[in-house]
């Protein structure tokens, strides 16, 4: 099924290229590139050597499993054709009650079993959570929670994103995460195991990509109202490609001053700047996700929803219409956030405000 999955993705990916003129490389933020398009979150097909170590542990066990079920199986093949009831036979088979060596046995041999299993689970455990060594030029990105998305922070470059990852393949990038409300949890299956990320607290997750392509990856925590929808999108680029995408977000802003996107950006500072940041400019506020760069982003709305500019516009109509959230407990004095409120916002409102974001390149 996954070799046919696979061939079909391959002949898919072709035509894509062969259809873009002067295309000489598959393009990472493709979202053709999806890594095992049809099964994007299936742990069974790892992309990286952190979840390679757990695709291992996990067929270790499974074949342990299938011999002791294949061999308990076999005795009690065993036992029923040995020991039916025959014609013929009139008194019936000897009846055992308790035999100490046996039940010794049958309690050493899971308990050594057990014992075998577990040390290899325990060692990965420690060894999926250390931090890289300093030779292993990592990358460091910050990873916060929130109800009902995920921001990215660079420190080595300075910017914040939403949502959507961009790493380097070939490379660990180390994650210390925490989260400003409820605990949620970071899982990329074919990157990593899911580690929690609790508030108050920096858990540590280091994850790589082998190949460039895109993985996908969700809250693993339920969260409130929009958990399903709380998703997130790593891109893997090599290094030179990743570079220039990281200087890209590293810049500010550039505002439109003329045209619809100037009478959005009017809008923006006074409806949207109250928790959303664009840098460069006066909007500075990290309630909600980072707009700086949001024309470069694949997706919004926590991952869920493509780019479009139909999708933003049944948005900036009425966000929790496209995903559930509780705008009305939203308390900016506390900082406690709880989704975007519909603002009522007129259709030329609406009209700027969609001709500024795709400036925001
Ligand atoms: Cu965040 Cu579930």
Not at 56 to 63: E, I, P, Q, R, Y
Not at 135 to 160: C, K, M
Request: charged fraction near 20%; charge should be negative.
């Amino acid at each position: 099924m996954i070799k046919r999955a696979r061939l079909r993705l391959s002949f898919l990916a072709l035509v894509v290229l062969a259809s873009v003129a002067g295309c000489s490389s598959a393009d990472p933020t493709n979202l053709e590139s999806i890594v095992d398009g049809d099964y994007p979150q299936n742990s069974l097909n790892p992309a990286g050597p952190q979840a390679r170590q757990i695709d291992d542990l996990f067929w270790m066990v499974f074949w342990i499993a299938v011999a002791v079920f294949v061999l308990v199986m076999l005795a009690m093949l065993v036992a029923i054709v040995r020991y039916r009831h025959r014609e013929g036979r009139d008194r019936p088979v000897k009846q055992v009650h308790g035999n100490t060596r046996l039940e010794i046995v049958w309690t050493i041999i899971p308990a050594l079993i057990l014992a075998f299993i577990a040390v290899p689970t325990i060692a990965a455990i420690f060894d999926l959570r250390s931090p890289p060594e300093p030779g292993d030029n990592a990358l460091e990105i910050e990873v916060i929670g929130h109800q009902w998305w995920w921001e990215f922070r660079y420190p080595e470059y300075g910017f914040s994103t939403a949502n959507e990852m961009h790493i380097p393949a070939g490379r660990p990038v180390f994650l210390s995460m925490t989260s400003v409300d409820v605990i949620h949890s970071f899982w990329v299956p074919q990157l990593n195991g899911k580690r929690d990320v609790v508030p108050g607290r920096i858990s540590n997750l280091t994850i790589q990509a082998d190949a460039p392509g895109v993985y996908l990856g969700q809250c693993a925590e339920f969260c409130g109202l929009a958990h399903a929808d709380m998703r997130h999108r790593v891109f893997a680029h090599d290094e030179a490609d990743f570079e220039a995408w990281a200087l890209a977000q590293a810049q500010p802003a550039l505002i439109p001053t003329e045209g619809p996107a100037a009478g959005g950006w009017d809008t923006f500072q006074l409806v949207c700047a109250a928790c959303h940041a664009v840098d460069g400019t006066e909007a500075t506020a990290q309630f909600a996700p980072n707009l700086t760069h949001f024309a470069s982003r694949t997706s919004f709305g926590g991952a869920t929803f493509d780019n479009t500019e139909e999708h933003l516009r049944q948005w900036l109509r009425n966000p929790s219409a496209m995903k559930p959230m509780d705008p009305d407990r939203n308390d900016l004095a506390s900082g406690r956030i709880l989704g975007m409120p519909d603002f009522g916002l007129t259709e030329e409102q609406i009209d700027g405000l969609i001709a500024l974001l795709d400036s925001l390149k």
